[in-house]
């Protein structure tokens, strides 16, 4: 695949983007879920209730954690993750800016 040229584009566009990683996956989607209804997690938790491996679902988390949608803490050798409320809140917004200026057109395909 080619290069983005992301710096041609809005730098709100480029957060977007970012920002649509989050939920381009079913097992991210999942593991935001269960740390929406859980208020906090820890990753062995997430391999009880997700059909994916450790390793799998550690991966997504460090997708999650690079988009800055969750963050983490350390407590000894488990690391508890949680919602990143401001991250969230941004994300929140930002969708419901660009999905409020859709308007239907009955001439529209």
Partial sequence: MGITKSELFKKRQNR?????????HPARVAILEHLLSNQTCICNDLVDVLPLSQST?????????????????????????????NVWEEARDIFINMFSKFVKKNDCC
Avoid at 16 to 24: G, I, P
């Fill in 57 to 85: 679902i550690n991966q997504h988390l460090k997708e999650l954690k690079q988009i800055g949608i969750i963050k983490g803490e350390i407590e000894g050798p488990k690391v508890n993750y949680c919602i990143d409320e």
């Fill in 16 to 24: 977007l983007a970012v920002l649509a990683k989050a939920f381009d």
